[in-house]
């Protein structure tokens, strides 16, 4: 049994039924018959099993077809032999790897997964205390009524952005051709009366120029080398500034 967007929920054996116990789109228990002789399944880098398929949850969570010989990833088919899907990516044009609507995680499946066969997105790896700092940098701009930008992008059903940690690089930056934004949540900028600049808001500067490309990527293009202030930045910064975010005591909170 399947819910209505795909999720395997239930499942009958010639023992008993299973139940599939879900916490987002994270399978994390099952329930009723659970075979005495589990054993755990290790996987090749594009998901083929090392010990052998089996006709159960499998690879990244995804149902393993043992007569197909292919893992169900609700909006597609997936071959892990030759890490390629069966049927085109059903998500529109986002970044360079979608040119090949095919491939499997960006061709990175160390980094990326595919948790509905659509849109890739960041692996549960990324560390603890980056992903904490990011929250506290979100919450922090939310606080402020500035984080739309964000906000939508991880809302958005169309596109995927990555968010990717760039510790002890003490910089921001978005990078159009891998959809990926990298922060750092321990870098500010020195501001001239002393104070320092939040993080948060590096995190928030990218986050408006992704937006810019996808709404229109040839004028983004076009822009990259040009130089002149972003008045839609310019505007976010002044009402933090109203509403006093940029003093040291709540900065630090994002510091080493």
Known sequence: MYSQDGTLIY??????????IYLGNRLIAKD????????DQHFYPYGSSVEGEIDDTGYTGHKFDTDLQLSYMQARYYDPMIGRFYSNDPMRFSNVHNFNRYTYANNNPYK?????????ELRSMQP???????????????EAGVSGPIDRLIESETVTVIIEDNSGFFEHAFVHDSMTILFDPNGGLDLPNGGIQSPALGLL?????????????EQFLKDLNTEYPDDLLISFIRTLKKKELFSNSKLLLLRK
């Open 112 to 120: 990326y997964i595919y948790p509905d066969g659509k849109a890739a």
């Open 128 to 142: 603890i205390v980056f992903k904490r700092k990011f929250n506290t940098a979100l919450n922090y701009l939310r």
């Open 32 to 39: 009723g018959f659970i075979p005495e002789n589990s054993s």
């Open 11 to 20: 499942r009958e054996t010639i023992a008993g039924g299973i139940n599939y």
């Open 205 to 217: 500067h990218e986050a408006i120029h992704a937006e810019q490309f996808i709404s229109n990527p």
